[in-house]
């Protein structure tokens, strides 16, 4: 069974362009969550998608935006990108819209803004 | 706003030597998650504690959880190298999972 998978591994942008980062769920998840790991440091809450719908949403302004498919992957959209926006962007997914369902992490998207 | 905090934050240890990593938590949860990360990677889930007094053991970790205190413990056993990694525990509540600070674990020969 595939576990979630990111795409791109890694990209690089410029400030003011915009970054879109992919994530597949395994099979039969519903849910979907992102996080922000800058360098060094934890990680931070950023957006929990499930059936469809944006379920809760961390403090991040609202540049940082994303979006559930029928199939339930999900896209993060990170506009008029800023230096600090420079992290390893990790996708989860678990089986149920139930938070307490177990987080399975894919290998991550590493963004680097110059 | 739940707290997730863990100590040590930095954690160097010769090998065969044993060691514990402890995780407080703010809030009422009956269930946490430790995973592991090594450098560059993603996370890995080592552990899941469903219940109060709850405690699994893996190789030379060991992982325990009391919800009345809201502490979980790592406890790691004649640590070896391959142990050397940043891990996490986990408290899902309320509507999102809140992650602890890490403890970076690093494993000296």
């Known amino acids: 069974e595939a576990g979630v998978t990111q795409s791109p591994t890694h990209l690089i942008k410029t400030r003011g362009q915009q970054a879109t980062l992919r994530c597949s769920p395994i099979s039969g998840h519903t849910s979907v969550y992102w996080y922000q790991q800058a360098l060094g440091l934890g990680l931070q809450f950023l957006l929990w998608y499930d059936e469809g719908e944006e379920r809760n949403r961390g403090n991040f302004p609202p540049r940082f935006s994303g979006r559930q498919f029928p199939n339930y992957s999900s896209e993060l959209n990170v506009n008029a990108l800023e230096l600090e926006d420079s992290a390893l962007y990790l996708c989860?997914?678990?089986?149920?819209?139930?938070?307490?369902?177990?987080?399975?992490f894919g290998e991550g998207s590493r963004l680097t803004v110059l | 706003e739940l707290k997730v905090e863990q100590n040590p934050l930095f954690l160097s240890m010769q090998e065969g030597k044993n060691y514990t990593i402890y995780c407080n938590y703010s809030?009422?949860?009956?269930?946490l998650y430790w995973y592991r990360q090594d450098p560059g990677k993603s996370l890995e889930s080592l552990f899941v504690l469903l219940s109060n007094g709850a405690v699994k053991q893996e190789g030379r970790l060991m992982a325990s959880l009391d919800t009345k205190a809201r502490l979980s413990t790592l406890h790691i056993t004649a640590a070896v190298h391959d142990l050397s990694a940043t891990y996490f525990c986990?408290?899902?509540?309320?509507?999102?999972?809140?992650f602890g600070t890490g403890t970076s674990l690093t494993v000296i020969p």
């Open positions: 986990a408290v899902p509540t309320g509507n999102q999972f809140y």
């Open positions: 989860a997914s678990s089986k149920t819209g139930n938070p307490a369902g177990e987080l399975f």
């Open positions: 809030t009422t949860s009956d269930r």
